[in-house]
């Protein structure tokens, strides 16, 4: 048997359930295993007296009340006090093992036959012992100087498969015994991705073994236990037959952040919870270079710009987001910030500063940090130095900590407008909001120190750069700055490298729109997204006339790109929402059929495609057949009648969509055929495949059927919960079945989750921030006025917010977007 008890997930229930003042146990428990029946409760108790005397309690009591049918198992560890008493009475040094753990730091475990426990070791056994004995002994390795919510210990009956990296450690996988083989791919993935961090961060791995561990429910989706990392299992395992490529682009991904967190994060890490975003979002920058590495034709960097600046951006663009480096005192708090902001924002900011520096004096900064604080702690000014250390000998230093202060301590991002007289260039910079914020008291007189890049038409494949600082003084300030008189065209923001938007005067952005009209490789596929996502935004915050985005779109019919794809379905989908019962939202379906019929009929459904043509691809049929593209859906549903009647095996990266048409224009019937096979499967992305396609149904009943079954938990993972209800919000009939849900199943949801939970939040965000209208608006106010959310607060405030966004957009541009769809829509 393998073992392990998951610290990282543990140590946030112990914190959140301490009471300060006293000294008593602390009990809480994890379930491990393969289902319920096989699972073993591992009872974790923190005590602070007396450890023999208690040790020898805990064996004779279980020699009296033995059982034969469990394996009762307790794990005696000493600690001084829980994170914020530490915290307080150590002076900000959480870390040092004598404060922590004062007693000599060696695990030893008291277990029933049939039980061996083999987290301290690189492999795992079951020794040979007759029923007659009792009790073994297993003696675990002294351990490296840690922080105490990267211990791990799991118990399991797994298999396992491994291979040794380049320099000598052994890589382990465990998973239940008839899935081990679906971790083949994560294997191989992971020893490149090791090698290539261990390479990169210049700082040998210091333990013997690394194991990575699947759990059959967990909710935070992994952790970067040191030398056992945990994996929810469609996070690690798949099947190369039925597993699509954006889901093992996601469990690459996944593996990538838990690895550079073995060096960034665990060898060393933040002083306090405040800098979190340094280590999640470093991790979260360090994951797509790791992945760019290994796979270079999946084009991971501009993804990036898909999956984290833009997602950031629009968070951040909010007066209730918060500042990177926000102070945090208890474990409410904590979890609050386990967000977009800490992850998104913070790999962002990484990636623009990787852009200023370059990536070779990036690096050798990031090695002089590690080397000064390994076994240590660290804050982000700690960084800061390193780097600026590094850019002394290069041609233009950087002084880092100047130019990362107005982005860490401050909430948001500049909006950079640029205006034009003559040869002249004026940008000046203000705090973007959504909206207006005088309605929020947010101080808008933020400035920062942008690195504004731009090209033009006279040298379009140059890039230039200045920045926006008095050169003086060097603060940050507005700029004027020269260009040759022929230019016709200037961009700014070059590749969306920058964490900001960019506005232009009205003749500005006739001219790029007259480009990517007629030229529109012109741009990069990541400059013609950046345009597309800046435009729509700025008409939503009403700063852009509605039809310039509208028209800027047009280009797409000549489009190839994933990227510029993939940014525009997701505002055309968006504003779909929000015209859900206006009469320009038929006119809407028709324009975006026309934009994606060329690109459709070239692509069709042949599946054996490019990786990134395969995620252009599943984009494109998705956007068909959800605007209503007859001749895609007819293919789907032709398709989903094959796959019932067993005539087709269908191709991994289509099959949801066909699973979801299915089920759209179908009844009972084929929700229930697909309801059985998700009970059936045991693959992990095909259990997402059906939960997703589930949601898709047109049959009100059959969705409260399905919320119900995800609610009472049947046969659905307390972790796929959230899936759930995320997915049954986005269809339009489903969007007010999920709020009367989650008002009706509060207490059980607050039961389920708890209040300390980044979930609740996440399910707040779900299901209104979508909303419209002022009396839904008014209705969500009311029910959450005496409801207290506990870390879903700043969730909650930002749903209200989105939701005022909206309501907004749609009084200030209805009837302007009725005229404009119905003018330049085919009619279909």
Known sequence: MASSISAGATTRRLSRRRRTGKKKNIYTAVWVGKDASTCVRCAVILHSAKRKKREAAAVKREKKHFWPLFYFIFFLVRVCQCYRRVHRRYSQDSRRPQHL?????SFFLFHYCFVCVGAGRSDSHRPDISLQVLCVQDNFHESVPMSTYLVALVVCDYGRIHEV?????????????HMTSQADFALKAAVKLFDYFQSFFGFSYPLPKLDLISMPDFAAGAMENWGLAVFRESALLMDNNTTSSSAKQRVVLILAHELAHQWYGNLVTMKWWDDLWLSEGFASFAEYIGVHHIFPEWAMMDQFLHSNTMPALRTDALSTSHAVSVTV????????????????KGASIFYMLQRVLGEEIMRRGL??????????????????QALSLGTLNSSHPVPVKDMMDTWTHQLGYPLVTLRRHGNMIHASQKHFLLVNSSLHGVNSSHKWHVPLSFTTSAAPNIESQIWMRDPLSLRASDINFEIPMNVSWIKANVNASGYYRVNYEPAIWQSLIRVLA?????????????????????????????TVPLTLSQYLVNETEY??????????????????????????????RHLVTPLYSIMGWTTKVPHIQSLLQRELLEAAVYFGLSSAVNEARRLFTQWMSGQVQLPPDIRD????????????????YCWQRYKETNVPDERLNFLRALAASNDPWILQQYLDFAMERNSIRVQDIRKVVESVAQNPVGSLLVWRQLQTRWNMIEVTFGRASFTIGRL?????????????????????????????????????????ANINFLNKNDRQLEQWLNRNSPRC
Not at 367 to 384: I, K, T, V
Not at 520 to 536: E, K, V
Not at 580 to 592: G, P
Request: hydrophobic share 45%.
């Open 101 to 105: 753990f004062p007693f000599f730091f």
């Open 367 to 384: 090695m002089l940090y590690l080397e000064r604080h390994q076994f240590g702690n660290a804050n982000m000014d700690d960084l800061w």
């Open 165 to 177: 990296t380049k320099t000598g450690v052994t890589l382990s996988i465990y998973a239940p015994p």
């Open 329 to 344: 005192s208890d474990p409410i708090e904590i979890e609050a910030i386990f967000d977009t902001i800490s992850y998104s």
């Open 764 to 804: 707040i965000l779900a299901a209104v921030s979508h909303f419209h209208d002022p009396l839904d608006l008014k209705s969500v106010q009311t029910f959450f006025r005496n409801v207290n959310v506990g870390s879903g607060k700043r969730s909650l405030m930002q749903s209200l917010e989105l939701i005022q």
């Open 518 to 546: 007629n030229q529109p490789t012109t741009f990069s596929p990541a400059d013609r997204a950046q345009l597309i996502d800046d435009a729509f935004t700025l008409a939503w915050a009403g700063m852009l006339n509605v």
């Open 657 to 672: 969509i066909v699973y979801s048409t299915g089920i759209k224009y179908g009844g009972w019937t084929e929700w229930d």
């Open 563 to 592: 990227l510029p794809w993939s940014t525009a379905l997701y505002h055309l989908r968006k504003l779909d929402t929000v015209l859900s019962i206006r009469t320009a939202r038929r006119s809407l379906h028709c324009f975006v």
